[in-house]
T-cell receptor
Framework: KAGVTQTPRYLIKTRGQQVTLSCSPI?????VSWYQQTPGQGLQFLFE???????NKGNFPGRFSGRQFSNSRSEMNVSTLELGDSALYLC????????????FGPGTRLLVL | DAKTTQPTSMDCAEGRAANLPCNHS???????VYWYRQIHSQGPQYIIH???NNETNEMASLIITEDRKSSTLILPHATLRDTAVYYC?????????????FGTGTRLTIIP
């Protein structure tokens, strides 16, 4: 089976802009979770989508949003980018909601200037 | 709150067994021990998990003490490709709002 794929792999934006990241889960996986990884904060959970509905949410501002499509593919949007949003954004899929093992994609590295 | 404690870094000779310890003294009865690793510039990779019995798969073995307050991940024959940061996580199977919380992990360097 193909793994989790994320596009784009690298992105450079400026403050105030918005960005949309895409994630395609492993075939048959219906849960998609998003994480932000920074050197200072480590890996932090953003949100989880299952059956096109947000099921769990981490402690991030409303500028961070997401959605999931009927084919389980997911997008994450960050509006009004700030310098502190520079990070590696990781997507993980799992067969079930709150699945015990998460299969991560390679991530999208976002740099905000 | 850090639920796990791991050494910051470890070295291991290529071909030898790498033993990575993890302390989780406040683990609850319904929490599993998970191990992930992250190779530089890649997403985390699931390795293994267990509740109270020792577990083995094609990648590694997981030894959990009887009181479940600590565990050891064993890579039986370490290769250079095993150089990575290894994360020990405790969590119930249904992660809920917390989802996976990775600490700082152990940076394992395999020495040729």
């Amino acid at each position: 089976k193909a793994g989790v794929t994320q596009t784009p792999r690298y992105l450079i934006k400026t403050r105030g802009q918005q960005v949309t990241l895409s994630c395609s889960p492993i075939s048959g996986h219906r849960s998609v979770s998003w994480y932000q990884q920074t050197p200072g904060q480590g890996l932090q959970f953003l949100f989880e989508y299952f059956s096109e509905t947000q099921r769990n949410k981490g402690n991030f501002p409303g500028r961070f949003s997401g959605r999931q499509f009927s084919n389980s593919r997911s997008e994450m949007n960050v509006s009004t980018l700030e310098l502190g949003d520079s990070a590696l954004y990781l997507c993980a899929s799992s067969p079930r909601q709150g699945g015990e093992t998460q299969y991560f994609g390679p991530g999208t590295r976002l740099l905000v200037l | 709150d850090a639920k796990t404690t791991q050494p910051t870094s470890m070295d291991c000779a290529e071909g030898r067994a790498a033993n990575l310890p993890c302390n989780h003294s406040t683990i609850s009865g319904n929490e599993y021990v998970y191990w992930y690793r992250q190779i530089h510039s890649q997403g985390p990779q699931y390795i293994i998990h267990g509740l109270k019995n020792n577990e083995t798969n094609e990648m590694a073995s997981l030894i959990i003490t009887e009181d479940r307050k600590s565990s050891t991940l064993i890579l039986p024959h370490a290769t250079l490709r095993d150089t990575a940061v290894y994360y020990c996580i405790v969590s119930p199977t249904n992660f809920g709002n917390e989802k996976l919380t990775f600490g700082t992990g152990t940076r394992l360097t395999i020495i040729p």
